[in-house]
Protein backbone atom coordinates (compact mmCIF):
# COMPACT_ATOMS: atom_id res chain seq x y z
CA UNK A 1 0.00 0.00 0.00
CA UNK A 2 1.17 3.70 -1.11
CA UNK A 3 1.81 6.39 1.40
CA UNK A 4 -1.30 8.21 -0.67
CA UNK A 5 -2.99 4.59 -0.44
CA UNK A 6 -3.05 4.84 3.14
CA UNK A 7 -3.49 8.86 3.75
CA UNK A 8 -7.29 7.88 2.00
CA UNK A 9 -7.71 4.52 4.23
CA UNK A 10 -7.18 7.15 7.68
CA UNK A 11 -9.79 9.17 6.26
CA UNK A 12 -12.04 6.43 5.99
CA UNK A 13 -14.00 5.01 9.03
CA UNK A 14 -12.53 1.31 8.45
CA UNK A 15 -9.59 2.21 10.69
CA UNK A 16 -11.27 0.88 13.59
CA UNK A 17 -10.40 -2.64 11.54
CA UNK A 18 -7.46 -3.65 14.41
CA UNK A 19 -5.78 -5.93 12.18
CA UNK A 20 -5.28 -3.23 9.22
CA UNK A 21 -4.19 -0.66 11.97
CA UNK A 22 -1.21 -3.23 13.38
CA UNK A 23 -0.21 -3.98 9.86
CA UNK A 24 0.36 0.04 9.73
CA UNK A 25 1.71 0.37 13.22
CA UNK A 26 4.60 -2.12 11.80
CA UNK A 27 4.81 -0.61 8.38
CA UNK A 28 8.33 0.00 7.17
CA UNK A 29 7.85 3.41 5.86
CA UNK A 30 7.70 5.57 9.59
CA UNK A 31 5.40 8.05 7.93
CA UNK A 32 3.00 5.30 7.74
CA UNK A 33 3.90 4.77 11.32
CA UNK A 34 3.40 8.21 12.16
CA UNK A 35 0.46 8.81 10.53
CA UNK A 36 -1.14 6.26 12.50
CA UNK A 37 -0.17 7.96 16.06
CA UNK A 38 -1.51 10.88 14.77
CA UNK A 39 -5.25 9.80 13.75
CA UNK A 40 -7.56 10.32 16.22
CA UNK A 41 -9.55 6.68 15.11
CA UNK A 42 -6.84 4.79 16.03
CA UNK A 43 -7.54 2.44 19.27
CA UNK A 44 -6.33 3.22 22.36
CA UNK A 45 -4.45 -0.35 22.80
CA UNK A 46 -2.61 0.90 19.82
CA UNK A 47 -1.53 4.32 20.81
CA UNK A 48 -0.26 2.91 24.28
CA UNK A 49 2.14 0.96 21.84
CA UNK A 50 3.05 3.47 19.51
CA UNK A 51 4.33 5.60 22.96
CA UNK A 52 7.06 3.41 23.29
CA UNK A 53 8.28 3.87 19.87
CA UNK A 54 11.96 4.99 19.02
CA UNK A 55 10.76 7.32 16.95
CA UNK A 56 10.31 10.91 17.94
CA UNK A 57 7.74 12.51 15.90
CA UNK A 58 5.50 8.74 16.23
CA UNK A 59 5.98 9.53 20.28
CA UNK A 60 4.98 13.45 19.76
CA UNK A 61 2.10 12.10 17.97
CA UNK A 62 0.96 9.72 20.52
CA UNK A 63 1.12 12.44 23.05
CA UNK A 64 -0.92 15.09 20.75
CA UNK A 65 -3.20 12.31 20.00
CA UNK A 66 -7.12 13.42 21.62
CA UNK A 67 -7.56 9.53 21.45
CA UNK A 68 -4.30 8.49 23.74
CA UNK A 69 -5.76 7.17 26.98
CA UNK A 70 -4.89 9.04 30.34
CA UNK A 71 -2.60 6.90 31.70
CA UNK A 72 -0.08 6.65 28.52
CA UNK A 73 -0.32 10.65 28.44
CA UNK A 74 0.56 10.43 32.47
CA UNK A 75 3.56 7.67 31.42
CA UNK A 76 4.73 10.49 28.72
CA UNK A 77 5.33 13.15 31.63
CA UNK A 78 8.60 11.84 32.02
CA UNK A 79 9.84 11.88 28.59
CA UNK A 80 13.11 13.25 27.74
CA UNK A 81 12.08 15.56 25.08
CA UNK A 82 10.61 18.67 25.73
CA UNK A 83 8.56 18.18 22.36
CA UNK A 84 6.34 15.32 23.74
CA UNK A 85 5.26 17.24 26.55
CA UNK A 86 4.89 20.67 24.69
CA UNK A 87 2.16 17.69 22.98
CA UNK A 88 0.93 16.99 25.89
CA UNK A 89 0.15 20.52 27.02
CA UNK A 90 -1.52 21.12 23.50
CA UNK A 91 -3.77 17.83 23.50
CA UNK A 92 -7.37 18.89 23.44
CA UNK A 93 -7.75 15.39 25.13
CA UNK A 94 -5.57 16.00 28.28
CA UNK A 95 -7.22 15.88 31.50
CA UNK A 96 -7.12 18.29 34.63
CA UNK A 97 -4.48 16.47 36.29
CA UNK A 98 -2.04 16.28 33.43
CA UNK A 99 -2.33 20.02 33.31
CA UNK A 100 -1.68 20.47 36.91
CA UNK A 101 1.53 18.58 36.25
CA UNK A 102 2.67 20.41 32.99
CA UNK A 103 1.76 23.61 34.87
CA UNK A 104 5.01 23.08 36.85
CA UNK A 105 7.08 22.17 34.55
CA UNK A 106 10.14 24.78 34.30
CA UNK A 107 9.74 25.02 30.16
CA UNK A 108 7.82 28.32 29.68
CA UNK A 109 6.76 26.34 25.88
CA UNK A 110 5.32 23.64 27.79
CA UNK A 111 3.52 26.22 30.06
CA UNK A 112 2.61 28.29 27.11
CA UNK A 113 0.84 25.41 25.72
CA UNK A 114 -1.47 24.69 29.19
CA UNK A 115 -2.91 27.77 28.95
CA UNK A 116 -4.09 27.54 25.50
CA UNK A 117 -5.71 23.91 25.84
CA UNK A 118 -8.92 23.97 25.62
CA UNK A 119 -9.64 21.96 28.87
CA UNK A 120 -7.32 24.22 30.90
CA UNK A 121 -9.96 24.84 34.12
CA UNK A 122 -10.51 28.66 35.25
CA UNK A 123 -8.50 27.50 38.15
CA UNK A 124 -5.54 26.53 36.95
CA UNK A 125 -5.71 29.44 34.60
CA UNK A 126 -5.72 31.56 37.83
CA UNK A 127 -2.65 30.07 39.06
CA UNK A 128 -0.94 30.78 36.32
CA UNK A 129 -2.00 34.20 35.86
CA UNK A 130 0.32 33.97 39.02
CA UNK A 131 2.97 32.89 37.50
CA UNK A 132 6.84 33.61 38.44
CA UNK A 133 7.22 34.59 34.20
CA UNK A 134 5.57 37.59 33.09
CA UNK A 135 5.68 36.01 29.71
CA UNK A 136 2.74 33.34 30.86
CA UNK A 137 1.37 35.92 32.86
CA UNK A 138 0.70 38.21 29.90
CA UNK A 139 -0.38 34.71 27.71
CA UNK A 140 -3.11 34.40 30.90
CA UNK A 141 -4.21 37.21 29.94
CA UNK A 142 -4.71 37.73 26.39
CA UNK A 143 -6.13 34.11 26.45
CA UNK A 144 -8.95 35.61 28.85
CA UNK A 145 -9.43 38.29 26.67
CA UNK A 146 -9.67 36.08 23.57
CA UNK A 147 -11.55 33.25 24.50
CA UNK A 148 -14.34 33.23 21.54
CA UNK A 149 -11.41 33.54 19.50
CA UNK A 150 -9.34 30.04 18.82
CA UNK A 151 -6.04 29.70 19.29
CA UNK A 152 -3.63 28.26 16.87
CA UNK A 153 -3.56 24.53 16.82
CA UNK A 154 -0.42 22.46 17.90
CA UNK A 155 1.04 21.12 14.69
CA UNK A 156 3.41 17.97 15.06
CA UNK A 157 6.79 17.98 13.78
CA UNK A 158 5.68 15.16 11.34
CA UNK A 159 3.70 17.41 9.62
CA UNK A 160 5.79 20.31 9.49
CA UNK A 161 7.95 18.63 6.59
CA UNK A 162 10.49 17.67 9.08
Known sequence: MSYEELGAYLKSPFLKDQEFAMACAAHPDIK???AVAMDASTHPDMLEKLAAHDDLNV???VAGNPSTPSHVLMGLLGHPSYTVQ???????????ELLKRLALFQNLRVVAGVVRNPNATPALLTELAKHKDPDIRKLVDIYERKKSKPLPKFVPRSKRGS
Not at 86 to 91: E, I, S
Open 59 to 61: VEN
Open 86 to 96: VALAWNPGADD
Open 32 to 34: VVR
